[in-house]
């Protein structure tokens, strides 16, 4: 069975007779910006008539050189999602045991599972808004002893972000032999962000990053991994070769040069997602504040507000595969757009 993934496919909007232009697509978590000009001319640049680097060595130099870690700490893959896939080949096997903080983005458990491993939990509830209790948490791990644990830290769907004290506390009670991998792909377009590079030193902990997501790089997919070099060479191993293009590559390399442009982003997503609370609120309907470039938000039937959205011209993502069917989850996009979401959410929900 496949993962399901927020985007919107092309077959959905053509069904009800909408051109896929004609839908704003809140159901993607990408910088709502979208692709910088600079960006878009380098790749645009980008040679294609010539194999593209298969060792990324110029983008994990400029990486590298960002981060305060030496380039052999870091392999480049096609979005964070095959990065997270070759992983679990390199650390699980039939029988390990992988450990998941939920709800969270579902290639972690189809990974884990494509491996043989055993999946265990520790679940965030609604009546605590979707908080973990690391005490709960610690527990589970003391008992459960797993050889991996994935943490989405801001977690996807539900924007929550846990401070440097409370990740270093689960990275403790697992152990020097397991491994954590931290998953911060919305970070860069989060508030109050706190530097995850500085866990790399204990040897035990993961990084994954989506450029994908901050530079709106969906259509051409672009993540990275820092870990310690022995591990990124076993991983590395497992990847396909030329499996990032020389679209890719160009593009991130500019994007590295583009901060201002993440800037921009955080400061249209702070506006707008000050805007979707004060609306929410007003009509009544529960969400969670979340820390970064999106949100959930309870609706009733997920499913079907999903449906009549789409026939507006609104696409979000129906959150059932999360666990949660009452609720949805938005993208934080620009003010007007948030506004036509808005008065189509109202349409629907009704008075």
């Not at 007779?17 to 839908?23: H, K, N, T």
Request: with cysteine; glycine share 6%.
């Amino acid at each position: 069975m496949r993962t399901v993934h927020g985007g919107l496919d092309t077959s959905e909007p053509r069904e009800l007779g909408l051109q896929p232009e004609d839908v704003i697509d809140f159901s993607s978590n990408i910088n709502p910006l979208g692709t910088s000009e600079r960006v878009r001319q380098a790749a645009a640049d980008a040679n294609l008539s010539a194999y593209p680097d298969r060792d990324c060595l110029l983008l994990r130099e400029a990486l590298g050189d960002r981060l305060g870690v030496g380039r052999d700490h870091l392999l480049v893959g096609n979005g964070s999602t095959e990065l997270i896939h070759l992983l679990t080949r390199a650390r699980l096997y039939e029988g390990a045991t992988c450990l998941l903080f939920e709800p969270t983005f579902g290639e972690y458990e189809a990974a884990a599972a494509l491996a043989g491993a055993i999946i265990r939990r520790v679940a965030a509830e609604e009546t605590d808004d979707f908080c973990w209790s690391i005490e709960s948490a610690e527990r589970i791990i003391r008992r459960s002893r797993p050889d991996v644990v994935f943490l989405c830290n801001p977690n996807n769907p539900t924007g929550r972000y846990l401070d440097c004290e409370r990740v270093q506390r689960i990275q403790t009670a697992i152990g020097p032999d397991a491994l954590l991998v931290l998953d911060d792909a919305y970070v860069s377009l989060s508030e109050d962000r706190w530097d995850s590079v500085q866990l790399l030193e204990t040897g035990n902990v993961v990084i994954l990053r989506s450029m994908t997501k901050e530079h709106a790089l969906a259509g051409a997919r672009l993540g990275y991994m820092a870990a310690t070099p022995e591990l990124i060479e076993y991983v590395r191993r497992l990847q396909p070769a030329w499996s990032v293009n020389a679209v890719a590559l160009s593009a991130g390399l500019a994007a590295l040069e583009d901060e201002e442009y993440i800037d921009a982003a955080r400061q249209v997503i702070r506006s707008a997602k000050a805007y979707l609370y004060s609306q929410f609120t007003a009509m009544g309907l529960g969400f969670t504040p979340s820390a970064t470039n999106f949100l959930i938000v309870k609706v009733g039937d997920a499913t079907r507000v999903r449906a009549d959205l789409l026939r507006r011209g609104i696409a979000v993502r129906d959150c059932a595969s999360f666990g949660l069917p009452e609720h949805i989850r938005i993208a934080v996009r620009r003010r007007d757009e948030c506004e036509q979401l808005v008065s189509a959410l109202r349409q629907v929900l009704g008075p």
